[in-house]
């Protein structure tokens, strides 16, 4: 398990992570922010994706 970490973004900064990374999002109210997200599939991390399903179809409240 990874230390939680944080990180303070500037207007122009970006930030890139890795597929299956856990974030949460805060942003100042009235201030412009753009964001996009998808998901990558690396096929080293295939098997963290597949725990991921299988816990999902286990609690539908995720």
Do not use: C
């Not at 942003?27 to 080293?44: A, D, E, I, S």
């Amino acid at each position: 398990e990874s230390p939680w970490r944080y990180l303070v973004l500037h207007p122009g900064q970006t930030i890139y992570l890795e597929a299956g990374t856990t974030y949460v999002l805060f942003r100042l109210q009235n201030t412009p922010t753009l964001m996009f997200g998808g998901h990558g599939m690396q096929w080293t991390r295939i098997g963290d994706w597949v725990k991921i399903m299988q816990e999902q179809m286990r609690n539908a409240a995720i």
